[in-house]
Every structure is written in C-alpha cells, then in structure tokens.
C-alpha cells in the first residue's frame, strides 16, 4: 500500500514527495541544509531512513559522482560524505524545490526571509550557498552557515 501521509513539511522532502523518490535527495539536503556529513548524522534525519536503505543511496550518489566518501582527519574510524562539483550543481535545484514548496505547503517550515532573499536574486545567493558548503559549511547549521551570517533563524 502506499503511504499518503507526508513525512515531514521541510520543503525538499515536500517536493520530493510530490515528484519523485526522496531518499537521495534528502542525503543530498542534510549535506547542503545542515552540514551532515556521516552515516551516522544521516540515520538521525528526522524522515527516517532505514539503515539498509540509507547504505545503498551512499552508495548509489557515490557511484553517480554526487557524493564522495572521504577519511574523516579527526577520527579515521568514521567517514564522511562530501558533495562533489557534480552534487554541488544540485544546489540550486534544492533551492527552487524549497521555493516552490514554501509556496505550495502551507505547513512548510521554509523560513520566508530566506526565500525571498534567494528570489531577489538567484544566480548571487546560489553561487554563495555553493561556495559555502564547499568549504564545509551549510545553508542553516553552524556559526559560519549561509542563514547565520544573513541573520536568518530557522523554524
């Protein structure tokens, strides 16, 4: 049976919903979204990703060249999940599918000040979340995320 109910109102998971299969580009959102970058941080999205399925998505984005898998520095027993350039140009696609769900759901959690801010101008603000998680960072976690330094809270 399918299910019907919504698993959460995060925007991408909205969309995802609405159109298509939402496990590997919700990996992809934790990375961009929250800086998630183990298997570990993964397995605690809110969505629920079960462990058998959460393994093979890792490695079906690794082997599309969206992700790859490096040592982590600070303790070489765990691995980290980094978007390449491939999985970088995804970035702006996530964004839209927020904007089109902030519009769409009326329960999203999309902070408003945000989307209209990357509406106001998309190439910049694409080009800066880009830039920001290749350097590590993300759109909402940390002191150095997108939102933080344009005084963006989220929910």
Known sequence: ???????????????????????????VRDIVFWGKHTYGEFLASREGISTNILASRLAHLEQR???????????????????TEKGLELIPML????????????????PRALVEKICEDRTTMFGI???????????????????????????
């Open 65 to 83: 060249g969206i992700i790859e898998k490096k040592r982590c520095e600070d303790d070489k027993r765990k691995d980290l999940y980094v978007l």
């Open 95 to 110: 964004l839209e599918m927020s904007r089109w769900s902030s519009e769409t759901d009326p329960l999203s959690e999309a």
């Open 129 to 155: 979340i880009q830039d920001a998680v290749s350097r590590g960072n993300s759109l909402f976690n940390g002191p150095e995320s997108v939102a933080a330094r344009m005084g963006v809270t989220h929910g």
């Open 1 to 27: 049976m399918k299910r019907t109910d919504i698993k959460s109102h995060c925007p991408v998971n909205f969309a995802l919903e609405s159109f298509g299969d939402p496990w590997s580009l919700l990996i």
